[in-house]
């Protein structure tokens, strides 16, 4: 007999609003780190080519080049990222060229500014694609299935980006454009998991005669693990792909491989755990009721 | 009975495939057009000012992108990339290798050039010139300068008539850079305009003057900068990881779905050269974030093929004949296949909508994806999977996936 999914749901609302917790009070006390995209001023990037103490360099910018540092941070192959609070001017950019050319002979520098304005706008719209993202795709799934899958969806679809940006704000990773690329990739895996065991339950409503709640977690238990399979090989497979990109896939896209490793486990989970569930406690009031009547 | 015909033509697609796909891939890739995060260069957003006596329109917004690419043309970078955004915004995309912060000033420097009388009245301006200032030395002294000709001589030689023996000044940018007496009046409508550091300086100002004036000054408010050896190991990495994602799920279909693992990986391997050959011929740009997508959207098209290949198994364990099962696997798995990639597609539709350069990339490239996957793993591989069973040529449903025990309780 295969493990009694459904029967055990609490746990997982349990547990899920723990981890939600658990995020969020990370995001308020620890804020999310996030990079020149959305936060105006500066970063310059460069290779330091040995090991090295950030706050050593923070000091030298600071008194070498009179500019007021916010932070210094070393990333792989013994770079370093700083970050200035103010957007910096040409002339400064200059300067900071020069100056880092000569000190280090493989800098490579590559500085970025943005403006408060354009950083806002970056930010606001980032949001605006996520929201309108869900409510595209619930207005879709209500009118494919109904909408308590729909919503029930769409919960675990945010859970999950709860949980990706929760870990990203707990280990200080820079939250940049990019990331935004990776969470909506991340949205659109989450409901592709969801929709797959929805369209099981939605055709097994067509074979099953349910009366009462037993009947109705079985159906979904059925469901679940008619598509177990399937779950697993296919984040598998996509494991595979966003793992080898964030082992070989070079400093650029690193973070925004591991947030897709993150987020499509989480995302296979959710949509087991979290999404089947909602759904199932959501459904069986339904059957409750007319009893009561 | 074994049918030749349906495993011919099983042969013809993939024979025909790789005929097509081998000699020409190289091209298709060369073609493709890179992003700066992928062969280096700079991206700057510019605001477009208010001059002091004219307030920005649009019109005005074109014209200062339009002399911003005269004066990229004139310093002889290539393929520059730019676009009015909102407004009264202009984004400069330089790609290659070359001095950033030259490529910078000279994308600003306004080159307001001025002809003024003694008394600080304006007599004529850059726009009077003809587009073909160029440096020189001198011949005597060896000094270099900048020779330029005026469009209209007469107007010229009216100011050099009016003030022979006076000083007309030369000013650029608002600074004097010359002041010289006119000794008697010049009726050819050629000049020179002396006082530069070296050669290179004159130069630069002869492409300034060439390119003509900004209408209305610039401010940045946005940059970023890739070096093109960064961007070219983003690249070189980026193609190396996919390379092994695509072995890693390679081994894993087939050593787990078998027959129909290999066609769903032939499948892909159709799926990636479409691809990359839409995003060649559409002469769509591809960045890191739109590769990572394509990467990504492997995995999605693998799980077309996981989709498809489960639900056929189902089948077949229900007692379903090996050609039923294929069909019957096939048609059930429809449905889920084409819901879930019309939410990717709604969601690629939106960020594309709201998104700006990196999401918008991503979600281009993540739609071109979807689609592709319709093509490739909906459509050529179920026909490939149906060809083969029909063939008759294997008949063991082992090699179809499904366990020994399922196959014996048919």
Same mark, same amino acid.
């Given at each position: 007999m295969k493990f009694d999914i459904v029967k055990n749901r609490k746990w997982y609302f349990g547990f899920s609003v723990l981890i939600s917790i658990i995020g969020i009070i990370l995001m308020l006390t620890m804020g999310l780190n996030l990079g020149t995209d959305f936060k105006a001023g500066s970063r310059v990037q460069f290779t330091v080519g040995q090991a090295f103490d950030p706050a050593d360099i923070e000091k030298a910018i600071e008194t070498d080049l009179k500019l007021d540092v916010a932070a210094v941070q070393a990333i792989e192959n013994n770079g370093a990222v700083v970050r200035i609070d103010k957007k910096i001017t040409a002339d400064e950019e200059a300067s900071v060229n020069k100056y880092l050319t000569e000190k280090y002979p493989n800098a490579m520098p590559q500085i970025s500014s943005v403006d408060p304005v354009v950083a806002r706008e970056l930010a606001e719209k980032a949001i605006y694609a996520i929201i309108l993202a869900s409510v595209g795709i619930i207005l879709y799934m209500a009118f494919r299935f109904e909408y308590k899958f729909a919503i029930s969806g769409v919960i675990s679809m945010l859970q999950v980006v709860l949980v990706v940006v929760s870990i990203f704000a707990l280990f200080r990773f820079e939250i940049d454009i990019t990331f935004i690329a990776a969470v909506l990739t991340i949205v659109g895996y989450s409901i592709h998991d969801t929709i797959v065991i929805f369209d099981r339950i939605r055709e097994n409503l067509k074979h099953y005669k349910v009366k009462t709640t037993a009947d109705l977690e079985q159906l979904v238990n059925d469901s679940v693990w008619q598509t177990m399979t399937r779950s697993i090989n296919t984040v598998l497979t996509v494991v595979f792909s966003a793992g080898a990109l964030y082992l070989f @896939? @070079?400093?650029?896209i690193k973070h925004f491989s591991l947030a897709l490793v993150i987020g499509l486990v989480t995302g296979a989970y959710s949509s087991i755990f979290i999404a089947a569930q909602l759904w199932v406690s959501w459904k069986s009031r339904e059957l409750k009721k007319p009893k009561s009547a | 009975m074994i049918k030749w015909s349906r495993f011919l033509g099983f042969l013809m697609i993939v024979v025909l495939f790789f005929a097509l796909a081998i000699p020409t891939y190289q091209s298709i890739w060369n073609n493709i057009q890179l992003g700066l995060d992928l062969k280096g260069g700079f991206d700057v957003l510019y605001e477009v000012k208010d001059a002091p006596e004219e307030k920005v329109t649009m019109e005005g917004v074109i014209a200062t992108k339009n002399a911003i690419e005269k004066r990229i043309d004139s310093a002889g970078i290539s393929e520059p990339n730019l676009a009015i955004e909102g407004d009264n915004r202009i984004r400069v995309q330089l790609a290659g290798v070359f001095n950033q912060e030259e490529a910078k000033k000279l994308l600003v420097q306004s080159a307001e050039l001025e002809f003024k009388s003694p *008394? &600080?009245? /304006?007599?004529?301006? &850059?726009?009077?010139?003809? %587009? !073909?200032a160029r440096a020189q030395t001198d =011949? =005597? *002294?060896g000094a270099p300068q900048v020779a330029v000709e005026f469009k209209d001589p007469k107007l010229f030689a009216d100011i050099t008539t009016k003030y022979v023996g006076q000083q007309v000044s030369i000013w650029l940018d608002g600074e004097m850079i010359q002041n010289p007496v006119i000794n008697e009046p010049i009726l050819t409508g050629s000049a020179v305009i002396n006082g530069q550091a070296d050669l290179k300086e004159a130069r630069e100002i002869a492409n300034y003057l060439n390119a003509g004036a900004l209408p209305f000054p610039l401010e940045e408010i946005s940059s970023f900068g890739v070096s093109p050896s960064l961007g070219e190991e983003a690249l070189h990495d980026t193609l190396y990881a996919g390379g092994i994602a695509f072995v890693l799920i390679f081994i894993f279909m087939v050593v787990y779905y078998r027959l129909p693992g290999l066609i769903g990986m032939i499948a892909l391997v159709m799926y990636t050269y479409l691809l990359f050959s839409v995003v060649s011929f559409m002469g769509i740009t591809l960045t890191l974030p739109g590769l990572a997508a394509l990467i990504l959207g492997v995995g999605m098209a693998v799980d077309v093929n996981i989709i498809a290949i489960e639900r056929m198994k189902d089948e077949f364990r229900n007692g379903k004949s090996l050609l039923s099962a294929v069909i019957m696997g096939q048609k059930r798995s429809m449905p889920t296949i084409i819901d879930a990639n019309i939410t990717s597609i709604i969601a690629g539709v939106l960020m594309y909508w709201f998104g700006t350069g990196a999401i918008k990339s991503f979600a281009v490239a993540h739609i071109i994806s979807v689609l592709a996957t319709f093509i490739t793993a909906v459509l050529i591989s179920r026909l490939m999977l149906q060809l083969l069973v029909r %063939? !008759?040529?294997? /008949? !063991?449903p082992w090699w179809y996936g499904a366990s020994k025990k399922g196959g014996a309780s048919k």
């Amino acid at each position: 007999m295969k493990f009694d999914i459904v029967k055990n749901r609490k746990w997982y609302f349990g547990f899920s609003v723990l981890i939600s917790i658990i995020g969020i009070i990370l995001m308020l006390t620890m804020g999310l780190n996030l990079g020149t995209d959305f936060k105006a001023g500066s970063r310059v990037q460069f290779t330091v080519g040995q090991a090295f103490d950030p706050a050593d360099i923070e000091k030298a910018i600071e008194t070498d080049l009179k500019l007021d540092v916010a932070a210094v941070q070393a990333i792989e192959n013994n770079g370093a990222v700083v970050r200035i609070d103010k957007k910096i001017t040409a002339d400064e950019e200059a300067s900071v060229n020069k100056y880092l050319t000569e000190k280090y002979p493989n800098a490579m520098p590559q500085i970025s500014s943005v403006d408060p304005v354009v950083a806002r706008e970056l930010a606001e719209k980032a949001i605006y694609a996520i929201i309108l993202a869900s409510v595209g795709i619930i207005l879709y799934m209500a009118f494919r299935f109904e909408y308590k899958f729909a919503i029930s969806g769409v919960i675990s679809m945010l859970q999950v980006v709860l949980v990706v940006v929760s870990i990203f704000a707990l280990f200080r990773f820079e939250i940049d454009i990019t990331f935004i690329a990776a969470v909506l990739t991340i949205v659109g895996y989450s409901i592709h998991d969801t929709i797959v065991i929805f369209d099981r339950i939605r055709e097994n409503l067509k074979h099953y005669k349910v009366k009462t709640t037993a009947d109705l977690e079985q159906l979904v238990n059925d469901s679940v693990w008619q598509t177990m399979t399937r779950s697993i090989n296919t984040v598998l497979t996509v494991v595979f792909s966003a793992g080898a990109l964030y082992l070989f @896939g @070079g400093s650029p896209i690193k973070h925004f491989s591991l947030a897709l490793v993150i987020g499509l486990v989480t995302g296979a989970y959710s949509s087991i755990f979290i999404a089947a569930q909602l759904w199932v406690s959501w459904k069986s009031r339904e059957l409750k009721k007319p009893k009561s009547a | 009975m074994i049918k030749w015909s349906r495993f011919l033509g099983f042969l013809m697609i993939v024979v025909l495939f790789f005929a097509l796909a081998i000699p020409t891939y190289q091209s298709i890739w060369n073609n493709i057009q890179l992003g700066l995060d992928l062969k280096g260069g700079f991206d700057v957003l510019y605001e477009v000012k208010d001059a002091p006596e004219e307030k920005v329109t649009m019109e005005g917004v074109i014209a200062t992108k339009n002399a911003i690419e005269k004066r990229i043309d004139s310093a002889g970078i290539s393929e520059p990339n730019l676009a009015i955004e909102g407004d009264n915004r202009i984004r400069v995309q330089l790609a290659g290798v070359f001095n950033q912060e030259e490529a910078k000033k000279l994308l600003v420097q306004s080159a307001e050039l001025e002809f003024k009388s003694p *008394t &600080g009245e /304006k007599l004529a301006s &850059g726009r009077d010139l003809k %587009s !073909n200032a160029r440096a020189q030395t001198d =011949q =005597q *002294t060896g000094a270099p300068q900048v020779a330029v000709e005026f469009k209209d001589p007469k107007l010229f030689a009216d100011i050099t008539t009016k003030y022979v023996g006076q000083q007309v000044s030369i000013w650029l940018d608002g600074e004097m850079i010359q002041n010289p007496v006119i000794n008697e009046p010049i009726l050819t409508g050629s000049a020179v305009i002396n006082g530069q550091a070296d050669l290179k300086e004159a130069r630069e100002i002869a492409n300034y003057l060439n390119a003509g004036a900004l209408p209305f000054p610039l401010e940045e408010i946005s940059s970023f900068g890739v070096s093109p050896s960064l961007g070219e190991e983003a690249l070189h990495d980026t193609l190396y990881a996919g390379g092994i994602a695509f072995v890693l799920i390679f081994i894993f279909m087939v050593v787990y779905y078998r027959l129909p693992g290999l066609i769903g990986m032939i499948a892909l391997v159709m799926y990636t050269y479409l691809l990359f050959s839409v995003v060649s011929f559409m002469g769509i740009t591809l960045t890191l974030p739109g590769l990572a997508a394509l990467i990504l959207g492997v995995g999605m098209a693998v799980d077309v093929n996981i989709i498809a290949i489960e639900r056929m198994k189902d089948e077949f364990r229900n007692g379903k004949s090996l050609l039923s099962a294929v069909i019957m696997g096939q048609k059930r798995s429809m449905p889920t296949i084409i819901d879930a990639n019309i939410t990717s597609i709604i969601a690629g539709v939106l960020m594309y909508w709201f998104g700006t350069g990196a999401i918008k990339s991503f979600a281009v490239a993540h739609i071109i994806s979807v689609l592709a996957t319709f093509i490739t793993a909906v459509l050529i591989s179920r026909l490939m999977l149906q060809l083969l069973v029909r %063939s !008759n040529l294997i /008949k !063991n449903p082992w090699w179809y996936g499904a366990s020994k025990k399922g196959g014996a309780s048919k």
